[in-house]
């Protein structure tokens, strides 16, 4: 794995993950701090076995407002230099993806959402979408990821994995994993 880094934006220091030096950037954005975050053996697997770019953003405090989070992504898209990223999470890190995504679309190359809350942000236009969700999820159910994907169904797709719970990330590594990889494969 690769150590923590940090971006400094405004005096906030940003914690990321950089990994993989891939043709295909994806940005994850954790539903917490970094340590224990169920995306990070998904995403060294994206970045060593399958040849991706993965960055994991963190949260910088429990206080940090949904606003300061997107703004965060933000900056450390900007000192990576990401023009254009696939960018998901999982949780409420994929609903801060899904704002990020909603108004930075000029940035934006898909959405991949593990485990969707419900929220009222309408998806991004044009862009596509990847839903990944647990059948047995009761934190963030699969009616919540299949009415958002009723709202664009002409370019959103689900993918269930069958029996797993909300942590689904960490307790389903390659399912989630093999899913991303086909998905963006394709791009």
């Known amino acids: 794995m690769t150590d923590n880094r940090t971006v400094d934006a405004d005096s906030r220091p940003i914690p990321y993950v950089e990994e993989g030096e891939g043709p295909i950037s994806l940005v994850l954005v954790a539903d917490g701090g970094l340590d224990g975050d169920p995306l990070g053996v998904v995403s060294h697997y994206l970045a060593e076995e399958a040849g991706f770019h993965v960055v994991r953003v963190g949260t910088r405090s429990d206080s940090e407002s949904f606003e300061e989070r997107v703004a965060d992504v933000s900056s450390v898209l900007d ?80 993918k269930n994995i069958e029996g797993a719970g909300h942590l689904f990330p960490l307790t389903h590594i390659m399912d989630t994993a093999v899913i991303i990889e086909e998905y963006l494969d394709w791009d």
Not at 85 to 104: D, K, L, N, P
Not at 111 to 119: I, K, P, S, T
Not at 126 to 148: F, K, M, R, S, Y
């Open 79 to 158: 000192r990576l230099g990401f023009e254009h990223t696939w960018i998901g999470g999982h949780a409420s890190g994929g609903t801060v993806a899904r704002a990020f995504a909603a108004t930075h679309t000029d940035r934006v190359n898909g959405l991949l959402l593990l485990g969707v809350e419900e929220a009222d942000i309408p998806l991004a236009p044009v862009i596509p979408v990847l839903i990944i969700q647990g059948t047995e999820d009761h934190v963030t159910p699969p009616a919540n990821g299949d009415a958002l994907r009723a709202t664009a169904s002409e370019r959103a797709s689900v």
